[in-house]
């Protein structure tokens, strides 16, 4: 499974899980119909973090919870 953060100034921090190419570019759309910015995309079952945009860092404290979320964690590790 895979999960698109994303970030917009109006209305916040948002996620949206998808377990294929196919659905990553609904995910992706609705990001950018949102005039939002993707933060990462995060790759549970290869436990990684991919597609980190260039200020990750600066948005990591504000997405841990969403990242580390136990629901689907649970299911991957």
Do not use: W
């Amino acid at each position: 499974m895979y999960r698109l953060i994303y970030f917009n100034h109006s209305t916040g921090y948002k996620h949206v899980d998808y377990k294929s190419e196919v659905e990553f570019s609904a995910a992706e759309k609705q990001a950018s119909l949102q005039d939002a910015i993707v933060v990462c995309v995060v790759d549970y079952r290869n436990k990684a973090i991919l597609n980190k945009c260039p200020d990750f860092n600066t948005h990591r404290e504000h997405i841990d919870h969403i990242i580390f979320d136990p629901k689907v964690m649970g299911l991957y590790y």
